[in-house]
């Protein structure tokens, strides 16, 4: 229990040294672009795939289980609507989201960690927290566009799976789609996808920067990151549910 105040206390104070004596922006703005491209752009290929077919088993699992003929149909679309929004788009990809960027940050600030080139930005008289760190803060930014593409092909393979597999019509589909929508769901979506880009970011970077050891402890560092970072993703999810939406 002591140990795990330590590493929080720990993470806390990181993210305080993240933010002092800022990177010149000549030398932070092409560090940015990069994390833009690893870690946003080279996610959206996994994210739509898996995106595209959660919507249609979503859709697939719900017009099966609708045995009672008095029941709508359009409750199909309704169920795919409102689990792919509320649910699987902000915290389902965010936990693949864990295994693939967060392996990734890791195992890059683990390996300079072990090659001692962030010793090496440290004597140079380089912020490395903020060198390292705050340019996955601010591409991460940009996670809530991952997540409103998430969103819509969930919502376009539960279209596609429904209506293409028989189960029902184009115009209930739409119908559905449109019954009770409340826009506050859409913004409660958003806004702990906002601080899932931010665990996302700085948990893996914590794990990667403290780690100690050679290129063992790097694999293994980033397989505490990912664990930890899942965590505290359901922690967090669970705790704005209950603030945001009870």
Known sequence: ?????????????????????????????????????????????????????????????????LTNPLIPKMLIAFATRQSVILEFAPTFISIIMAGRAGSYITSSIGTMRVTEQIDALEV?????????????IVAFILYPFVIALSMFLGILGGYVAGVYGGFIGSDEFVQGMQTDFIPYHVFYAFFKTFLFGMILATVPSFHGFYMKGGALEVGKASTTSFVWTSVTIILVNYILTQLMLS
């Open 1 to 65: 229990m002591i140990r795990a105040l330590h590493q929080i206390g720990r993470y806390f104070l990181m993210l305080k040294e993240v933010f002092t004596k800022m990177t010149k922006s000549k030398v932070m703005k092409p560090l940015i672009l990069k994390e833009v491209d690893d870690l946003i752009i080279g996610s959206l290929g996994i994210v739509a795939f898996i995106s595209f077919f959660i919507g249609a088993v979503v859709a697939i699992q719900t017009a099966l289980n």
């Open 124 to 136: 140079m008289g380089v912020n490395s927290l903020n060198y390292l760190v705050f340019p996955k």
